[in-house]
């Protein structure tokens, strides 16, 4: 399964949210919540939320794979912000009138200079040739990760363009139960958005790596099913969250068959995320990454991938249990 490199609108929640007062469990700083209420969101039902497939929402950082220079090449999130001055206007209007409604932007002198590089997420909308940024005064996009960069140097950790492939784990195609850590070919990820997850993304909860030997990959979005997921009712998530050994997870994002994307966040749910073990670290998993020693160790960024393949073959039992040899 996967999803086009849209970003603008993000997913709505499967179940009606109310803001509440009191500090955020997930954003430091953010003095509110955002909570789930017990009513379904409408949406969740005229997209059949019951016949969609229900996959595990991952925690890291979102990545997309396009052309850059007539090349299959991985690119990292990068949103538009506004300036101080700007953000000033933006938040004074949002508490006056309770809503960005009727806020007029002029996207050329309110937002922060981005590289040349720089392309708007597919869906953002435009107007006089300009990007309209979203609800929250962003504009969703991305730049193409160079080897040089060192501000994306974890993204660049899982991708070799010299071989034209990236680090990707992903369920086996011969046992539902494991995993797998391969090299794939740049060429077949293309117009997919994937997570990069890893030792130095957000707190690391999936335990990837040291930081002496730093683990990073990419897992392609809609990858990971939940198996038997609970009904979709508020009091059956609560539970299955807090009970379920599958239920060791951020959260479940909902792929319609109307292509609609609908989502449910630990947090909605007023539960912590991390709560000790989670569910993918314990899953085991095979190293698979075939060529030579030549295809890695003439490669510029071959660190992490010469690693691996070293490894070539090997099962660990659990996720977080990958280690390199000294």
Known sequence: MRRLGSVQQKMPCVFMTDVREGPSKKRDHQQFQVLATENLNPLATESHIDCAVATEKLDGTCCYVTLHRGQPHLWARLDRKPNKQAEKRFKKHLHCHKSCKDFTWDVAEDF???????????????????????????????????????????????????????????????????????????????????????????????????????????????????????????????????ESPEGRVEGIVWHCMDGTLIKVHRHHLGLRWPDGDTCLANRPVVIRIDGTVDSYSNSEQQSLFMSFFTLNGHCFNQLQDIQFEP
Request: aromatic residues 8%; hydrophobic residues 35%.
């Open 112 to 242: 922060k200079v981005v590289p040349e590089t720089w392309i708007p997420a597919h869906g953002v909308q435009h107007h006089n040739g300009q990007p309209i940024p979203d609800k929250n005064g962003h504009i969703p996009g991305w730049v193409p990760v160079e080897n040089n960069n060192k501000q994306y140097c974890w993204h660049s950790s899982v991708v070799d363009y010299v071989t034209e492939a990236a680090l990707v784990l992903r369920p086996n195609a011969d046992d539902e139960d494991l995993l797998e850590i391969a090299a794939v070919p740049l060429a077949d990820l293309l117009e997919q958005t994937l997570e990069l997850i890893g030792t130095n993304v957000n707190g690391n909860p999936y335990g990837l790596g040291s930081k002496k030997q730093p683990v990073h990959c990419l897992v392609p979005h809609g990858s990971i099913p939940i198996r038997n997921p609970p009904p979709v009712a508020f009091q059956h998530l609560y539970s299955w969250f807090q």
